[in-house]
């Protein structure tokens, strides 16, 4: 099997055996970029030479017995929000085709800390605002699930989905703010981990919405997903967010599986208006986390998804127009035509309005939390519709529905594959679990990983 098909997991025992080169590694993975990304356009600039210095620095070093750890030499994509000091970061925007990081970001520091080496910028819709993967000015990256037809790579994280879907990465780091990791992961038959608030620094990465934004990984599989996610966590003294937030251990039980876990069901009132190959492909996968030995349960919640959905969404527009209020009001700027209004939608928002959606959410989560008490985790798909053509897509609605309440709520949940359609493209399953369990939801999207296969289909697009 090509080194490029490989999960992470695979490739660091092999680099560390001394059985794979860094340097073989990379290679392969520039000349897949070279070949498929001219159609798929998931990255916005490729690092090549200084990843190839970077896989020689790491191969000579492992040789010499001084590997820093065992992810030394893995290489890995970066969400184009992520600062790299002295480097362009776009942030999705035409406008700031010139804009220098003044510094790096706290997780790409952990990240060539580990001996990663960066590919290079990923795709991002502008601002990381939006569900559907598009990008007016700097273009959308094409889904690798459907060869003929332009269809939505899911967004924000849009470019880092494309990229480890199509094997032209291993893995990628993304930001969530109403669904940014999972979505591209649920469209693109791959796996993402939205984390909680605090979990992971957000220094140096451009902010959205400071109350909602998370970064997290994007990945092959559920092993990798805890791999990355033990690299990226940490206390930061540059996000405060992070700070008295106790490490997990992501690894450890993973393999616990879930006999006896109490997982909590789809409410009967929210499967209306979910496709019916998605929701055939949720039920098959509850049924199937039963007969692994969980208990599947009902329970009753205290407000609709879509109503936590649309407040997470006052709170997003406030943030993002606080912080971009000078450039979206500029019209002589190339903003894309569908971001500019989103962010806009911040100035109507009150002061007083905005403070009630804070307080609104403080309310919420303890009554969610009441709610869930009995429960290890709450199943329910990723997106409501496998990956919609781009011409097809309504700029004025949101795929987030089943995402964006995990916002707003601050918890974590883990997207996985669980099927697909008739038209051979992706369905997914969302694990929700407390703040600060992404252990848990990882042991819980292990469990369905080693008991299923769609994590390891490949899309036809990437096959060669």
């Known amino acids: 099997m090509s080194s490029a098909f490989r999960p992470v997991h695979e490739l660091a025992a092999e680099i560390a055996a001394r059985r794979l080169s860094p340097v073989d590694l990379v290679d392969e993975y520039l000349a ?25 620095g790491a191969d000579k070093a492992i040789r010499a017995g001084h590997a820093v750890g065992p992810l030394h030499g893995i290489p890995i994509a970066i969400k184009d929000l992520v600062e790299i000091e002295g480097e362009v970061a776009m942030g999705g925007s035409a406008a700031w085709r010139h804009r220098t990081a003044p510094h790096t970001a706290t997780l790409m520091h952990k990240l060539m800390a580990a001996g990663m080496i960066n590919l290079g910028k990923t795709h991002t819709v502008e601002f990381a605002y939006g569900g559907w993967g598009t990008n007016q000015h700097l273009g959308t990256p094409w889904n690798p699930w459907d060869n003929g037809t332009h269809r939505a790579p899911g967004g924000s994280s849009s470019g880092s989905g494309v990229a480890v879907a199509a094997r032209m990465a291993p893995w990628a780091i993304g930001t969530d703010t109403g669904g940014s990791v999972r979505i591209p992961a649920a469209w693109n038959g791959i796996t993402g981990l939205k984390t909680t608030i605090g979990r992971i620094s957000t220094f140096g990465v451009l902010p959205l919405s400071p109350t909602l934004d998370t970064p997290g990984p994007i990945t092959r599989d559920i092993e990798d997903a805890a791999l990355l996610l033990a690299v990226l966590q940490g206390e930061d003294r540059c996000d405060r967010h992070t700070l008295g937030v106790r490490d997990a251990d992501p690894t450890s039980e993973l393999r616990r599986g879930v006999k006896g876990l109490r997982l909590a069901r789809l409410p009967v009132h929210e499967r209306d208006g979910i496709d019916a190959e998605v929701l055939a492909a949720y039920d098959r996968s509850v049924d199937a986390l039963a007969e692994l030995g969980a208990e599947i349960v009902d329970v009753s919640l205290p407000a609709h998804f879509a109503e936590l959905g649309a407040i997470n969404g006052r709170i997003m527009s406030a943030e993002a127009y606080a912080a971009l209020a000078e450039l979206v009001d500029d019209n002589a700027k190339p903003l894309d035509e569908h971001v500019r209004p989103r962010v806009r939608a ?40 496998p990956a919609l053509p781009v011409a097809s897509i309504d700029q004025n609605t949101t795929p987030a529905v089943f995402t964006r309440w995990v916002n707003f709520l601050d918890l974590c949940a883990a997207a996985v594959p669980n099927g697909f359609t008739a038209n051979g493209l992706p369905t997914s399953l969302q694990i929700v679990c407390r703040a600060y369990a992404e252990s848990m939801a990882l042991r819980i999207g292990h469990a ?15 096959a060669a």
């Open 32 to 56: 897949r970029i070279e070949r498929l990304d001219p159609k798929l356009h998931a990255f916005v600039s490729i690092n090549a030479t200084r990843a190839r210095l970077a896989a020689e």
């Open 448 to 462: 369905y990983q080693s008991a299923h296969d769609w994590h390891l289909r490949v899309p036809p697009m990437a």
């Open 346 to 385: 911040g100035a109507v928002i009150s002061s007083r309005d905005y403070l009630v959606a804070l307080a609104e959410r403080e309310r919420m989560k303890a009554s969610f939390g009441v709610a869930i008490e009995g429960a290890d985790a709450l199943l329910t798909p990723t997106a409501v519709t």
